[in-house]
Every structure is written in structure tokens, then in C-alpha cells.
């Protein structure tokens, strides 16, 4: 038996090393300095990560990514900004549940959710919206893999004197973004993603001059401003904080320090992306983006024409071997999702490969053997 129970090919929760997991095995007080020192540790490692300047501060707060998204939207944006959604897939839609829910002024870009920006609709789009203080958008869309070009969007929101508020949960600590930009504003990422930490925590990457600015508050325990400004004063949090999940993440960026940091990371990724391309490309099976729009983190692949494959059935097939993959949600039906991020290794792949491997060969059988054997 594998040492893993699941072996997570997903968007996220992710698996996490053994020494993660054995950080989060104890008690703290919050108000400790052990807890307080914890804090300040951790907003200076998410600023180091980000290599960004003295002029960013990272806040943290409890929940998953979505917590952090809700958070940067409602907290940065007053009742006279206007914000430009550039929606191309599940988590850019998102975004637009949260400023319906918050009242956020808004207007939304909808673009094809498998490919990544279209840099002259985008412009035309911020020309069309005279009121657009604010653009928002994904790094990348985990929900069919594709990676959107966030330096264009940069450059299109300085050039238009506009605030960028990026989603980069699924790239923070692998794919890096211009925090000198003048226009970027706001990130938002998580714990539980390229850095390997447990799910449950997650922050707001945001100026200080942004962050020093008071808008009066739509929510009380996402105001980022609020909970900057306990922080920044006394060096605790507003609400009880996330403890073990925060010594875990601790554990997991010194992992992430100790194997290389974000280079190495990236390496690392891109080398586990080929390896399992190359082998389900053996098994009959492609990626349904188009590589220029694929970044190696996770993939939407579909069988070819020949290749017998049923979905569901292949779900059931992996699950029962504790191999956990993804359906796609939208867009391509007959399809499924593989993630290489968080704590795996090329023999899981392998394992996968290889689980692949016998699903296909089963499902070719033709049905009178298979009556037979
Ligand atoms: C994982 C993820 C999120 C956060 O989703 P949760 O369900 O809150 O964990 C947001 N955006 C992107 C792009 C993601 O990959």
C-alpha cells in the first residue's frame, strides 16, 4: 500500500508532506508571542515569496481561497469605483457572484473560457466602460487549466489608469507577477496551493497606501483593512486565527526555501507536466488547450477519436485506488482534469499512468472476451 491514502490530482486540497501535516500537531495560545511572532513570520515570508517591495503587505485570513477573493473585492473598492470582471472561466465567475452578493458596482468582460486573453477585446472592453476604476481577473483558471496573460492586463490598466485585483491562488510561489506595476493593487492567493500548505488559510497581497485607505466596510470579518491595521498595531488578529494551519504553512514554506523556491518549484512542476503528458499521450489521450494557453499546474485532457474511455466509470476505476482526478466542469463534457501541484512524485504519476493504463485496456476488451474471462 501506497504511504498516501489519496493521491490528489486536483485543483486542490492538495497532499501535503508528512512534516506539514506533523506541524499542525499542537496547541497555541494566539495571544503568545510564539503566536504573534507565527503571524509576522508569515505576512514577511508571503511578501519575500511574492518579491515585491517594502510597499506591499500581506494579510492574512482563515478560509480557502474563495475567503481571500470575497475579501479583496469587498474590502478595496468603494461605493464610486467601478469594477471590469474579465470573466473566462469558473473562478472569474465567481467574482461576479461576490459583487452581486456585496452590491459592487460592476461590469463583466466574457470571454472563451479555453483560451487566455484577448488583450484588444480587453482594451476595447475598458474604452466601452468609462467608469472602470477597477479591473479583476485570473491568473489561472484551474477550472480548465488555462493561464491568462496578466503583464498585457498590466499594461492595459496603466495605460488606462486603472487598479488590477488579480485572483493568483493557483500560481502564487511557481508563476510570478510585476508587483512594480503601478496598477496592480491586490492579489489574492492560499495556503493550500503551489505552496503546499494545509487548506483553511489564506491571503491578501495588497499596497499599504491601498490597504490605508478608508472605505466604509461591507463585511466585518473579511475586511482586509480591519484586520491590516490589528495586525499592523499589535501584532494579533482581529479573530481567532488559524493556528496549526499556520505552523503548517510555516513547515511548508521552509520546505519550500530548503528545495529551492519558486525556480526550483517551477522546475520541478514542468517536469512532472511532460512526464505525464508523454504518457497519456502513449494511452490516446491530449490536452483540449491549446499549449500556448497550458501552464504546468493542471490539464484538461479528453481520449481521442479510438480511445475507449468512459468518464464516470473512470472516476470509479481511480477513486477505488485512491488516485483522485477531476471532471471538468463546463465546456468539455467528455473530459477530465490532472493536477500536478502539491506534494506528488513522478512514481505517482507512474502509478497513474499506470492505472490509465489497465482502465483503457479493460474498456477495449471486446465484450465477448470480457463475458468469457
Ligand atoms: C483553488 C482556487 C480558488 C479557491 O477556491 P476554493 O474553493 O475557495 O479553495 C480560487 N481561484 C482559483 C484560480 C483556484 O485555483
Redesign the pocket.
Known sequence: MHSKEFRLFT???LNTSMQVREAAGRDLGSRSPTAIHLSAQLREEIVHIAECDESWSAVPLS???????EAMLCSLLSADDHLLIIEN?V?SA?MLDICHIHSISHSVLKLPPHQGFDLGLIERAIKQTPLVTHIAA??????LGVINDIDGLTQLANAYGCQLLI?????FGVLPLDYSAPSLCAV?L?A??CLHGL?GL?FVLARKDVLATYVPPRTLSLDIKAHAKALDSHGQWLFTPPLQIMLALKQAIDEYHQQGGRHARHHLYTQRMAHLLSGMERLGFSPMIELKFCAPLIVTLAPNPGTQCEIDKLNEFLFQRGLVIYPTKHWAVNSFRIGIMGELSIQDIDDLLAAFAEFTSQSATPPLLKFFS
Do not use: M
Open positions: 485543483p486542490g486540497p478560509g480557502s481561497g474563495t475567503f481571500a477573493v472561466g473562478y465567481r485570473v491568473h489561472f483558471e484551474t477550472a485572483d493568483a491562488i493557483s500560481t489574492a492560499s493550500n496551493k487548506p489564506a
